[in-house]
């Protein structure tokens, strides 16, 4: 055992790793006592959140305790099949989260700041 632990540290995770994973494509009636039987085999999980919105339906984030246990799941579970359906495990990434809503923010801000200034996109190019 101590040996593993010697091993574990002197390898380098990519920087994409982290302990937090982001699940796709499983089954709208899933539970999260279902969830925490099929991921927690691999590690002490601390959270998982189950979407529940039409939006949301059908994607988890489950949050282990130790960064190995989720780098252990997420090499284990993706292609994982659930009620004839393949799971797509991932490693959350909040920039990559964030990117589209950050996007359309600033649309939506660029609009208010051309009406409040009275400016037109054609007179832009001229």
Request: net charge positive; hydrophobic share 35%; aromatic share 12%.
């Amino acid at each position: 055992m101590a040996l593993a632990m010697q091993k574990r540290n002197n390898v380098r995770l990519p920087p994409e790793v982290n302990r937090i994973l982001y699940v796709r494509n499983l089954p709208y009636k899933i539970t999260s006592d279902e969830m925490y039987d099929i991921f927690g085999k691999y590690g002490a999980i601390r959270q998982i959140r189950v979407g529940n919105t039409p939006e949301t339906k059908g994607t988890a984030f489950v949050v282990y305790e130790d960064i190995w246990d989720a780098k252990n799941a997420c090499d284990h579970l993706s292609g994982f099949n659930v009620c004839n359906r393949y799971l797509i495990v991932l490693y959350y990434q909040a920039s990559k989260a964030f990117k589209q809503q950050d996007l359309n923010a600033k649309a939506e801000e660029l609009e208010k700041m051309k009406s409040k200034y009275n400016i037109n996109s054609e007179d832009l190019r001229k």
